[in-house]
T-cell receptor, first 113, second 114 residues
Framework: QQPVQSPQAVILREGEDAVINCSSS?????VHWYRQKHGEAPVFLMI?????EQKGHDKISASFNEKKQQSSLYLTASQLSYSGTYFC??????????????FGKGTHLIIQP | DAGITQSPRHKVTETGTPVTLRCHQT?????MYWYRQDPGHGLRLIHY???????DKGEVSDGYSVSRSKTEDFLLTLESATSSQTSVYFC?????????????FGPGTRLTVL
């Protein structure tokens, strides 16, 4: 079942913060985050595994709450280059399978100067 | 950047004609995937492969077939294209296929079925 992302869209001023959520009704083993710019391929951001870890890369970080089957992506002090559509991809089960990811419908992020 | 190419990049075809899309990788990754992307639906898995001649169906496999005769190539075939198959098709690869393994996406193929 497709994970649910919220919000569907958000418009920010440069320097503001954003949070994007990804929720699933199924038990999750991992959550993958991607960013896609218009007309381009999705670009990998980070993976979070079962265990509630939090990861960060520059000013983008994410958390994974396995009890709530939810992951959140945090963008701090947003830059114009952060604009795009953000997708979460989830993998359920034991984590040993390789049958692809189930993606949410995406969150459109627009950063204005 | 992962070495993934897709061909053709753009194609316009007519309803009822067969179409084959090609994904080629230079990373020697074992796992390959075909997704389609449509507005309002995100990315949906069509078929995937876990080795040469080893393939399986994804969420939206009806109307599609795949083949993988070499590690580096994964072909997606629409036997008789329909307008509902107008979409952007992405190929992805991963080395081990595990939940902690990154999937890297190719540049995509935009297919229009008239």
């Amino acid at each position: 079942q497709q994970p649910v992302q919220s919000p569907q869209a958000v418009i920010l001023r440069e320097g503001e913060d954003a949070v994007i959520n990804c929720s699933s009704s199924k038990a999750l083993y991992s959550v993958h985050w991607y960013r896609q710019k218009h007309g381009e391929a999705p670009v990998f951001l980070m993976i979070l595994l079962k265990g509630g870890e939090q990861k960060g890369h520059d000013k983008i970080s994410a958390s994974f709450n396995e009890k709530k089957q939810q992951s959140s992506l945090y963008l701090t002090a947003s830059q114009l280059s952060y604009s795009g559509t953000y997708f979460c991809g989830t993998e359920s089960g034991s984590g040993g399978g390789a049958d692809g990811l189930t993606f949410g419908k995406g969150t459109h992020l627009i950063i204005q100067p | 950047d992962a070495g993934i190419t897709q061909s053709p990049r753009h194609k316009v075809t007519e309803t009822g004609t067969p179409v084959t899309l090609r994904c080629h990788q230079t990373e020697n990754h074992r796992y390959m995937y075909w997704y389609r992307q449509d507005p309002g639906h995100g990315l949906r898995l069509i078929h995937y492969s876990y080795g040469v001649k080893d393939t399986d169906k994804g969420e939206v496999s009806d109307g599609y077939s795949v083949s993988r005769s070499k590690t580096e190539d994964f072909l997606l075939t629409l036997e008789s294209a329909t307008s509902s198959q107008t979409s952007v098709y992405f190929c992805a690869i991963s080395s081990s296929g595990g939940a902690q393994d990154t999937q890297y996406f190719g540049p995509g193929t935009r297919l229009t079925v008239l």
